[in-house]
């Protein structure tokens, strides 16, 4: 068995160890969701504080780690008696993020529950982790439907097993641990508010404390129980601290001033429910136990606060993690003095200095806040690029966006235009029957979802279909001759059950930035709606890659990844100008889809093309673009044209680009969701005529 690192031999990183220590002291803090890039010791940490876990005490022999001193009346090893038990020491249990749902929470023996009429049950990692740890090394990669089953466990403190009317349902309180890269792609809202506190953690740039890093490291690859040695009395001592803690922490008191201003913190950072109000409460009470401190103070509520809100103020997945520290200490301060001086000031905060937030600038510059910093805009002086002159000259291959350079439609690179606020869009879903990862956009065959019918199982059974199960047994119980209770099943007899579900699927954007699209108030709305269809794609769990042609060239500004967060920063910083090579981007595009299809063949994908149509540089770029568009409508890919064309006078040329592609077309006000029904078209036909 290798021996851990140990827990006191980690380098810096005082605010996860801190966060893993109070999660020991009190289980009832909720757990802690570990964030940063690799490489920054989060799996080694979470390993580690399983050593300096107290030991448990046990029923002797229930598989389901009852306490005897209270032991559960519905546990399927049960019933116990109160009273004797062994310890054992707190187990940490890991689960793979490619894991079965029977591993998870168990699986029944279906051919004994039918013929023997017995509850057969193996238990899972659930009841395994019961009273002590479960730990989920890249948890953002977690299938929807584990996360479905964790919510459930971590909800009600217990773990149902429903096989086809037989149910089982067992003790699962356990210390959830989570770590996670976030350029791998976010949580579920449901899952990360699970999780009672957050920490943020990355590599030191300090070069003595990396040197000591590596130094550690190494040692301990060398000689493992030697350096575990070195460490045995800093550990011992920690290991004591929590025990003690853990004694002190039922004689901590949290008084109303305390109350008070976990309260108006909750609610000066508009978080969600009442959720992180207890879980703050929880948290300064196990910091002031873990301080040997029988009485909450503000010190305590600070640091809850730190570690408790930042994942939950956060108001969309495109928003950093984090809180504003000055924001904290002045809503503390003012909470504290509410007990202190309960009426206001007879004067009014306008005796004295304007209040901070009163216009968030100099006060006589007359400038709203929210242009505060921001380049000026170019509207008046740039005229708009969508005349009828420029398409037909744009049609023929020539070079008419010439024509606008200097003028900030042209060739020259025009500054970055900020996307408009997102909206709540149509979706867009591959046609036909997929059988990729499990998601929320296009139909597949998928282990969970509506029953279509039934199969002979290969492999291991997971959904038995109980009445195909019975028609299948029904014509041998007389031949076989056989008695007693139950029905005869045999093991050719059983029936898997086909479901169908929802599969994520790769959504690869092709995004124009040429000159034809740099008029600012256009590309802010195009911008706006490729940042709708990401915050969609983010929801409904799927990859997402980033394709941009602009001048001479098309390039891959973010490679098919999970992480929409990178996206949504690629298309921020976006910039526009020059020619239009459609040609080019769909190329560029096509490369990207080959690649990932070896990658991963059965994640289907959805080409999202945003563009006016229009195609101009070099030698025949219409035709080229026809060609282009033709290879990806010969491999059947989906693909939905977003038409960017604005202006009285419209050429449709995004529509022809549609039907070469063999996918639909879409306008930009079409793409909401709240879109007039008789203006809509219905996209879930795209690429049918592939």
């Not at 002979?456 to 038995?464: N, Y």
């Not at 967060?565 to 910083?573: H, K, N, T």
């Not at 910039?575 to 289907?604: I, N």
């Amino acid at each position: 068995m290798s021996i851990p690192y140990p827990f006191t031999a980690i380098v810096g990183q005082d605010d996860l160890r801190l966060a893993l220590l109070l999660n020991a002291v009190s289980s009832r803090v909720g757990g802690v969701l570990v964030r940063g890039e690799k490489g920054t010791a989060k799996s080694t940490a979470v390993r580690a504080l399983s050593a300096l876990m107290p030991p448990v005490r046990t029923v002797v022999g229930c598989r389901f780690s009852c306490d005897p001193a209270a032991p559960d009346p519905a546990c399927p090893d049960g019933p116990h008696e109160p009273g004797g038990g062994g310890a054992r020491a707190a187990r940490m249990v890991e689960l793979p993020v490619g894991a079965s749902e029977d591993r998870l929470v168990g699986a029944l023996d279906i051919e004994r529950a039918l013929s023997e009429g017995v509850k057969a049950f193996e238990p899972g990692l659930l009841a395994e982790a019961h009273r002590g740890i479960l730990y989920v090394d890249e948890v953002n990669l977690l299938h929807d439907h584990l996360v479905d089953l964790l919510l459930d466990a971590a909800a009600m403190g217990a773990s149902y097993v429903e096989r086809e009317g037989v149910s089982v349902r067992h003790a699962s309180r356990f210390l959830l641990v989570g770590t996670m890269n976030p350029e791998e792609g976010e949580l579920r809202p449901q899952l990360l508010d699970r999780f009672g506190l957050t920490v943020e953690v990355s590599a030191s740039r300090e070069t003595d404390q990396r040197v000591e890093v590596v130094r550690r490291r190494l040692a301990h690859e060398d000689d493992p129980a030697g350096f575990a040695a070195r460490f045995a009395a800093e550990e011992s001592a920690l290991r004591d601290r929590i025990v003690a803690a853990r004694a002190l922490l039922p004689r901590v008191v949290l008084g109303d001033g305390a109350l008070r201003q976990i309260a108006a913190t909750c609610a000066a950072f508009e978080v969600d429910g009442m959720r992180a109000d207890i879980v703050m409460a929880r948290t300064a009470s196990a910091l002031a136990a873990w301080a040997g401190r029988e009485v909450v103070l503000a010190e305590d509520v600070r640091q809850a606060a730190l570690l408790a809100l930042p994942h939950r103020r956060r108001r969309n997945p495109f928003d950093a993690p984090g809180l504003d520290e000055d924001k904290l200490d002045e809503t503390l301060e003012e909470s504290a003095g509410e007990d202190d001086d309960p009426d206001p000031d007879p004067d009014g905060p306008g005796g004295g200095t304007p209040p901070p937030d009163d216009d968030g600038g100099d006060g006589d510059s007359g400038t709203p806040p929210a242009e505060a910093g921001r380049a000026p805009e170019a509207d008046a002086d740039a005229p708009e690029v969508d005349t009828p002159s420029e398409p037909r000259a744009e049609q023929s291959g020539e070079p008419g966006e010439e024509a606008g350079k200097g003028r900030g439609a042209g060739g020259a690179e025009q500054p970055a235009a900020r996307a408009e606020e997102p909206f709540r869009t149509k979706t867009l879903s591959v046609p036909g029957l997929g059988e990729g990862a499990a998601g929320r956009r296009s139909r597949a065959r998928t282990e969970h979802g509506r029953t279509t019918g039934a199969r002979r199982p290969r492999g291991a059974l997971t959904k038995l279909h109980l009445a195909a199960t019975v028609q299948a047994a029904a014509p041998h119980q007389r031949a076989r001759g056989r008695s007693g209770r139950g029905l005869v099943v045999r093991r050719d007899d059983l029936r898997q059950a086909n479901r169908e579900g929802r599969e994520g699927n790769l959504v690869l954007f092709v995004v124009d930035a040429s000159g034809s699209m740099a008029a600012r108030k256009r590309m802010s709305a195009v911008k706006g709606a490729v940042l709708s269809l990401l915050l969609d794609a983010y929801q409904r769990r799927d990859k997402v890659g980033m394709v941009t042609f602009r001048g001479k060239e098309a390039e891959t500004v973010l490679p098919p990844t999970s992480s929409v967060d990178a996206a949504a920063a690629r298309l921020e910083s976006l910039p526009t100008g020059g020619r239009t090579p459609l040609a080019a981007g769909l190329l560029k595009a096509h490369d990207v889809l080959r690649v990932e299809r070896l990658r991963d063949a059965s994640r289907r994908p959805l080409l999202v093309v945003v563009t006016d149509g229009r195609a101009t540089g070099g030698p025949q770029p219409v035709a080229l673009a026809a060609r282009a568009a033709g290879l990806h409508a010969a491999e059947g890919v989906a693909s939905v044209v977003v038409d960017c064309e604005s202006g009285p006078v419209r050429l449709g040329l995004a529509g022809a680009l549609a039907g070469q592609l063999g996918g639909s077309a879409v306008t930009l006000d079409e793409l909401r969701a709240d879109a007039l029904a008789g203006l809509v078209k219905d996209v879930r036909t795209v690429g049918r005529a592939a």
